[in-house]
Structure formats: structure tokens, C-alpha cells
């Protein structure tokens, strides 16, 4: 049996005596193909192209949307095959540009077809491949098809970066958004995800709550969401509308997106280091830490222990500042402080009048929630008995029934555990409201006798900014308190001092009334 013997290489295109190519297509993207020259277009021109020109096309390829101006896998994998095909000599394309336009990487593989006897020909932009000229102008059209496309790059990062110095978001809406373009503006508006999701950040900010549980609550209420995308979401200031991106640098800008929550809330979320995670046991001796900020220098105070004296210090993280104190001082400080909250008995009253009605809103946000967990019980409801009814009719085997089952009769018990709570919130108001007065009445024996993370509550409740202590004058400073606890402050103030200044009128006005007493007609009748 005689051996296949190889073809000799040609190196002129004239001399090829069978034409037989490999037909290439392809366009960028879906927009492209409308407003340009579509995929059936460039076949039916190629096809034409071959017939007059005696070219016998063996093969197709490409066909898709793939950019060119870099090497997809569908380029290399024809370019691969082509060269490996002893009957292919030529590639044959509606113009230059569809077949690559990255410039200097599109003449190497043209030379490298080439020295394999394989010719890239343009049914639209006639050249001759033979002749040094007709190179010259292929290698050309590479590169200005490389140039057009750095341009077009050129003119669409300015449209993007203008357009986010505007405040306007173009790309994807980040996960509770709704993206909408009005013209050429673009509009971002909170969707029920966004409703949902809301909460995270109420969560964190004022209950301190970590990651993992917020996230197991989220699902309950129908989002389900990973812990690491959660915590990315946590410190994404596009929330607070603001828009950082990589194309303005460094600059921060006000977005024209809805706000899902305030700057106040997202800036006390930045301030909560553990970001889901508990802190150790060894570090329940400084429940202040970083939580009180140096009135000097602004920096934060953090914990220390001198294991010779067997005692705990707090001092400042700014070098040279040199403010260092004991923990015992600073925590009794702290107690005497909290302890200015405390609302007099005689004010009791009218305080519950004001927490009911705030409990009354408290109440509307929990019956959201409610309609939440129900509505996700009644679709996990509707899924479980048709996976009886699947598997009744024989649609699907015991072990993928068992593990079904199992999976959404686990969510059932979730969502009735939710539901229990929510009810038991929107049921007990009085008890409520109860443990709100008597927990403003005793703030700093509640600090004082809590753990770690009952103190922290606490502290981040009352300041949810921290707060600043003078080392100078050895106490603190309440500049950022919460406002209901700085009404509570300002009610127990404004009580006592109208109580001394009562009592030291009565004291002014006894010596005349014992002078009066004097003048009783009847001196007798005293004992």
C-alpha cells in the first residue's frame, strides 16, 4: 500500500489549483448584527464571492456573536483546524474586520496561514495576496480595524464615566434595584428585594446582628443571599446613593438612584468591625473598645492588659497621644452616665402613651413581614403537594422524593418559627412596652450586669456613633446620642431641676409661715 504522499506547499495564490476554503462569520454582538451587516448577509456575499471565482467552500465556521478583537475559543479552534486540514487553502471572509481586529496578533496569524499554504481572502475588499503591495494593504486594514476599535473604546469610556459623574448608573442594577432607561437617563428605582433587603441593614445597624443569622432571615422572608455577597452589600455606598466605580477613581459621587437607606445608618454599619463574626472570650474585659474615641485626637480607644498588676487599661490608638485609663474608672463613668436616662416615675405615663404609638408603627413594619412569610409558606406549601403528586404518578424515584421532601418540609418549620415570632410581636404591646420603661429606668445597672454582647447592644443603641471622652476633664461627651434617648435625658434633666428649684422656693417661703404660726391666738393648744 503506498503512503499518502504530502502535499507540496504553495506560496502564491495563483497557483493554487483547487480552491477550497473554510467559511467564516461571525458579528460582535445582537446589536451589531441589526444595524450592521448580519451573519445570512455575510454567507449569502461569501457564497456569491466563491461561486464567480471558482472557490468550493468545504466547511463553515463562526456563525455566533464573538468579538474580534481579541482570539475567541471558536477563532482558534477553526484556525487550528484549518491549518490541520490538508484540503483547505483558503479562509474566506465578508471583509477583514470579521475576520479579526487585533491588529498586530491578526498579521502574525495571517503569516502563520499563510506558511501553512492557507490564504485569507475578502469577498468585499479585493486585494492581492501575492504581491508585496496587496500584503502592505491587508496588514493595513488590521491595523486601522484595530485603531477604529480603540476609537469606538476611546469615545465609550468618556459616554461612561460622563455618565456617572452625572449620577447615573449604566451597567447592571446592583441585587434590590430595578434598571430603566427614560431616554437617554437612567433610572434606578428599590424593588421588593430592595424592600427586603432594607432590613439587613436595619438589622446590622441597630441590633448588631451578624451576618450568618441575617442572612437565615433573609431566606425566611424569600431572598436568599450567600454571607460573602451580604457583607459586600453591607459596605457598598451605592445603597446610600453614592456610586463609586473604577473609572472615576478615587471620587465619590451622589447618585440619582433611590436610596435604600440613609448615609447616617450605612456610615454606623462601616463602624461595626466584627462584620458577622462574635468576638472572643478574651475580649469581654473591653466591652468599650473602639467605641470610645479620644476627644483630643479622634482616635479610638482600645484594651490592654498589664498581666504583672493582673489589671485591664484602655488607651488610645494614635500614637503620642498618651491617653491611658483604667477600665474600672471608665466603666463606672459609663454607668453614672447611662444612669442620667433614667425616666422619673411621675413621667411614666405619658411615656407609655408615646410608646404606643410607636409600637403601633413598629407593628406595621412586623405585619409586613408577616404577609411575607405567609406568602412564602403558601408557595412552599403548593410545591410540596405537587411533589406528592409527582411522585404518586411515578414522575420521579424515592431518593429524589425523600431529599425534596425533607429540603421543603425543613423550610416549612423555619418559616412557622418566624411566624410564631411574628405573631408574639404583634400580640404582646403591653409587655412591650413594660420592658422599654423599665429598661430606661435602670440603663446603667443593665450595662453594668449584661454580658459582652448585651453591653455593646446597649452602648451601640444609646451612641450609636460612640462617643467621645475628655481626658482632661476625665469625662464624656455626648455629642451623637440617639434622639430618643437624648429626649429621655432631656425630660429627666428638665424634671429635677424643676423639682430643686420647687424645693428651694419652699425652703425660701417657711420662715414667713412659721412667722404667721407665731400669732396664733391660742398658744395653749400646742403640746
Known sequence: MKKKTKQ??????????????ALWTRVSTERQEENNCSLETQERICREYAANHGITIKKQYGGTHESAKTEGLLYRKMIAEV?????????????????????????????????????????????????????????????????????RRDKAVTGMTACLKRGEWYGQAPLGYDHKKNGKTHVLTVNEAGRILKKAFLWKANEGMGDVEIVERLALEGLKIDRKHLNKILHNPFYCGKITHNLLGDEIVEGNQEKLIDE??????????????????????????????????????????????????????????????????????????????????????????????????????????????????????????????????????????????????????????????????????????????????KLGTLWQEGDFRTRQKLQNLVYPDGILFDKHLGCYRTENENEVFRIFRSISTSYKLEKEKATSEKSHLSPCVGMRRLERPTPTSRT
Open 8 to 21: 507540496a506547499k504553495v506560496t502564491k495564490f495563483s497557483e493554487l489549483e483547487n480552491k477550497v476554503a
Open 264 to 441: 447616617a445608618t450605612f456610615n454606623k454599619i462601616q463602624g461595626i468591625t466584627h462584620a458577622g463574626y462574635e468576638h472572643q472570650e478574651e475580649t469581654e474585659p473591653f466591652p468599650l473598645k473602639r467605641h470610645i474615641r479620644c476627644s483630643d485626637c479622634g482616635g479610638y480607644l482600645t484594651g490592654y492588659t498589664v498581666k504583672s498588676r493582673g489589671k485591664d487599661y484602655y488607651k488610645c490608638n494614635k500614637k503620642g497621644c498618651k491617653s491611658n485609663h483604667s477600665t474600672e474608672r471608665l466603666h463606672q463613668l459609663y454607668c453614672a452616665l447611662l444612669n442620667t436616662y433614667s425616666i422619673p416615675k411621675q413621667l411614666v405615663p405619658i411615656l407609655t402613651k408615646v410608646l404606643h404609638k410607636v409600637f403601633r408603627e413598629y407593628n406595621q413594619e412586623r405585619s409586613d413581614t408577616r404577609t411575607l412569610l405567609l406568602k412564602n409558606k403558601s408557595e412552599t406549601e403548593k410545591k410540596l403537594t405537587a411533589l406528592k403528586v409527582r411522585f404518586g404518578m411515578g414522575e420521579i424515584d424515592r431518593d429524589i422524593y425523600s431529599a425534596t421532601f425533607e429540603h421543603l418540609n425543613a423550610k416549612l418549620t423555619q418559616i412557622d418559627k418566624a411566624l410564631k415570632e411574628a405573631d408574639r410581636d404583634l400580640s404582646n404591646e403591653q409587655k412591650y412596652i413594660g420592658d422599654v420603661i423599665a429598661m430606661s429606668c
Open 83 to 151: 491549518a490541520a486540514d490538508r484540503d483547505i487553502n483558503v479562509i474566506l471572509v465578508y471583509s477583514f474586520d470579521r475576520f479579526s481586529r487585533a491588529g498586530h496578533e491578526a498579521i502574525m496569524t495571517k503569516a502563520y496561514l499563510k506558511s501553512r499554504g492557507v490564504f485569507v481572502i475578502s469577498a468585499t475588499q479585493p486585494t492581492d495576496p501575492d504581491s508585496c503591495a496587496g500584503e502592505f494593504m491587508e496588514n493595513i486594514l488590521f491595523l486601522f480595524n484595530q485603531f477604529e476599535n480603540s476609537l
